[in-house]
T-cell receptor, first 111, second 113 residues
Framework: GQQVMQIPQYQHVQEGEDFTTYCNSSTTLSNIQWYKQRPGGHPVFLIQLVKSGEVKKQKRLTFQFGEAKKNSSLHITATQTTDVGTYFC???????????FGKGTRLSVIA | KAGVTQTPRYLIKTRGQQVTLSCSPISGHRSVSWYQQTPGQGLQFLFE???????NKGNFPGRFSGRQFSNSRSEMNVSTLELGDSALYLCASSDRAGYNEQFFGPGTRLTVL
């Protein structure tokens, strides 16, 4: 079945450093979504990418969808302590098939 | 708008028992999906309901079932609980069928002893 791999599993950074998490799918995706889950919280939707090669920015966060629509990345510039949490990617093969989540990247930010 | 609510928030059961979890979606949302979250397996899809119909089911045994009511509230049931069913059960609602932006509830933490 469809698999979504996410790396790294953990990342510890000093506040102010950049952070990137990568997501790779075994199959071509219809769209990819990114979620953030704070410790003890629930996943919160960040963004959805649908076009090949798409790049979207939200303040210090940059999201990319690969040309082949099989990989994606989330880059955070100049991390802050408020960025702490686990970042999940989730992809779907077609609009009516369930989201498959990566296992997430847990980000720790050291002040 | 009020967010997705789930009850109960915490539950402790013993092996062999059954449990029912409840989810109230955001007002106006007719799609409700359920996910199981564990440290080892991450977030895994259980099922999705839209307008009282199950549209998709994940790869879970038949002990896991669900339903949706006419007011879009949803319940999931797990019968004959096993230790491995201990997890955070999350429900998410969406304003459309399919897997667009998912609004997650706070989850129900189920512990099976």
């Amino acid at each position: 079945g469809q698999q979504v791999m996410q790396i790294p599993q953990y990342q510890h950074v000093q506040e102010g450093e950049d952070f990137t998490t990568y997501c790779n799918s075994s199959t071509t995706l219809s769209n990819i979504q990114w979620y953030k889950q704070r410790p003890g919280g629930h996943p919160v939707f960040l963004i959805q990418l649908v076009k090949s090669g798409e790049v979207k920015k939200q303040k210090r966060l940059t999201f990319q969808f690969g040309e082949a629509k099989k990989n994606s990345s989330l880059h955070i510039t100049a991390t802050q302590t408020t960025d702490v949490g686990t970042y999940f990617c989730a992809g779907t093969v077609r609009g009516n098939t369930p989201l498959v989540f990566g296992k997430g990247t847990r980000l720790s930010v050291i002040a | 708008k009020a967010g997705v609510t789930q009850t109960p928030r915490y539950l402790i059961k013993t092996r062999g028992q059954q449990v029912t979890l409840s989810c109230s979606p955001i007002s106006g949302h007719r799609s409700v999906s359920w996910y199981q979250q564990t440290p080892g397996q991450g977030l895994q899809f259980l099922f999705e309901y839209f307008s009282e119909t199950q549209r998709n089911k994940g790869n879970f045994p038949g002990r896991f079932s669900g339903r949706q009511f006419s007011n879009s509230r949803s319940e999931m049931n797990v019968s004959t609980l096993e230790l491995g069913d201990s997890a955070l059960y999350l429900c998410a609602s969406s304003d459309r069928a399919g897997y667009n932006e998912q609004f997650f509830g706070p989850g129900t933490r189920l512990t099976v002893l």
